[in-house]
């Protein structure tokens, strides 16, 4: 049987680190190794950020609703915001192919998306009911 929380945070930068407490005591009660709860608190942070700074464009009281599942040798996210309509997952395809551009080049942001790209192993993205919704699986460290 999975085990199974969620929570929901205001989008506001002062609760980033109550999202992370969410992770790590989630992680702890699970007996998930640190290198997989690390991670997983990277994910969520990066999220949180972007929700705040780009999705609302400025702090707000709207929730944030993140679930954790812990099940199959990994953790399953499930992350939901009332933001404007936004893909981070179609974003974060093209950032691979701008990191081999010169420094100077570069387009700014993206890099967090990439580096969620590169934590997890499955991912996937849907608008539904006025909310954006993101499924991710990062999976335990072997």
Do not use: K
């Not at 998930?32 to 700074?53: G, P, S, Y």
């Amino acid at each position: 049987m999975c085990a199974r929380e969620h929570t929901e945070f205001p989008a506001r930068l002062a609760a980033l680190r109550d999202t992370a407490a969410f992770a790590q005591v989630f992680c702890e009660r699970n007996g998930i190794d640190r290198h997989t709860a690390l991670r997983l608190t990277l994910v969520i942070e990066e999220l949180f950020t972007n929700t705040v700074q780009h999705g609302y464009r400025a702090e707000s009281d709207l929730p944030v609703r993140i679930e954790l599942s812990a099940c199959n040798g990994g953790v399953a996210i499930f992350y939901e915001d009332a933001a404007p309509r936004y893909d981070p997952l179609a974003r974060s395809c093209g950032a691979s192919a701008e990191l081999d551009a010169p420094f100077a080049a570069r387009p700014v942001g993206g890099l967090g998306l990439y580096l969620i790209s590169q934590l997890v192993a499955d991912a996937r993205y849907a608008y539904e009911n006025g909310c954006n919704r993101i499924w991710l699986i990062v999976p335990e460290h072997a």
